[in-house]
């Protein structure tokens, strides 16, 4: 029996409903649709995160078409899929919760007592992702950049990898994507999210998938390549029998390590650079201009080395934000000789 919450769902059975967590102080609940999928045979269990920043919306749609297409008789072990965490955000079409201003994915395992986004941070962390052995967290560029890599945490001993680093590096792989990306520590400051999870035992893996200005060419590709991750990472996990598919053969891991911030002035930001260009410390990675007059406001030069993932603004920018990202090749792996099985025994 697959329980979420209020929520149950017997071999075999597909469930949908909500996950009841917090409310205002004037009364709104922010309760979190949750759709079950109990597979006929025994197996591990896969959760499916989408919209925890409420304006990142490829993964919902890409969850909401996997759920309609999975069969519960084809399928071993357990499927949690919400495809909008963050409900506040997502009606909203913004990144965190006017609620409290907080960021959910930046809580977890949150707490019982504290304001609305912490205590929804708590009750949704136990009910789905302390149970689930893997996650797919769907996240997108917004509307400021068009993106397209895995991204996953990075290990602490690269010679030693732990149970769920190994089971990482294969995910990272299966998914389908040419490119995969992991920040050093400290990148973006630290993240205690990422230890409640992993102590939790589920690994982790995190899509940045389209939005910008490319969602409306990209959009039915990015959908269709993150459902088809889902399959993927399901065959690899043992989970349902198919060929994976994907971009091609190779996937290309990079250290993105340098981080392009924007100057203490707005305007219209013009990206010089795209992605897999090769710049030197120096090299102009893009510039700010007046959006009226055209008039340079800032140019924003690469403090390292580095190659051009997709990251980076490409509307009018406003406030403190990175405008982009570069990495190292830290490795190419290849799925023609990779081992790309889990087990979980």
């Given at each position: 029996m697959l329980k979420v919450g209020n929520l149950a769902a017997k071999p075999g059975e597909k469930v949908f409903g909500y996950l009841e967590t917090a409310q205002s102080r004037s009364g709104m609940r922010l309760d979190i649709p949750v759709h079950l999928i109990a597979g006929a045979q025994p197996g591990p269990t896969l959760m499916l995160q989408g919209a925890i920043h409420g304006a990142e919306v490829i993964g919902s749609i890409a969850i909401l078409d996997f759920v309609a297409k999975a069969d519960p008789s084809a399928i071993r072990g357990n499927i949690i899929a919400?495809?909008?965490?963050?409900?506040?955000?997502?009606?909203?079409?913004?990144r965190g919760s006017r609620v409290d201003a907080k960021d959910i994915s930046r809580l977890f395992p949150?707490?019982?007592?504290?304001?609305?986004s912490d205590q929804t941070a708590y009750i949704y962390f136990k009910e789905t992702i302390a149970q689930a052995d893997v996650m797919i967290d769907y996240h997108a560029g917004a509307r400021t950049a068009y993106e397209r890599y895995v991204l996953f945490s990075a290990e602490d001993d690269p010679n030693k990898p732990t149970r769920i680093e190994k089971i990482r590096r294969k995910l990272v792989v299966a998914f389908g994507l040419d490119q995969a990306a992991f920040f050093p520590p400290g990148t973006f400051g630290a993240n205690t999210a990422k230890k409640a999870i992993e102590d939790a035992n589920t690994c982790q893996i995190t899509l940045e998938f389209g939005g910008g200005t490319g969602w409306y060419k990209n959009g039915e590709d990015n959908v269709r390549d993150a459902e088809r991750g889902i399959w993927n990472?399901?065959?690899?996990?043992d989970m349902f029998d198919g060929e994976m598919k994907s971009d091609g053969p190779l996937c290309t891991v990079y250290n993105a390590g340098v981080v392009i911030w924007k100057?203490?002035?707005d305007g219209l930001f013009i990206r010089d650079r795209k992605f897999k260009d090769e710049l030197k410390a120096g090299d102009s990675y893009g510039?700010?201009?007046?959006?009226?007059?055209?008039?340079?406001?800032a140019e924003m030069p690469t403090p390292k080395?580095?190659?051009v993932i997709p990251s980076g603004q490409e509307w009018p920018t406003v406030g403190a934000t990175s405008i982009g990202i570069l990495g190292t090749i830290d490795r190419v792996e290849d799925r023609r000789t990779m081992d790309m099985s889990i087990s979980f025994d």
């Open positions: 919400v495809p909008v965490v963050n409900r506040a955000g997502f009606e909203l079409g913004e949150g707490k019982a007592d504290g304001s609305v990472v399901m065959i690899a996990m100057p203490a002035v510039r700010l201009v007046d959006p009226y007059t055209g008039e340079l406001l080395d580095g190659i």
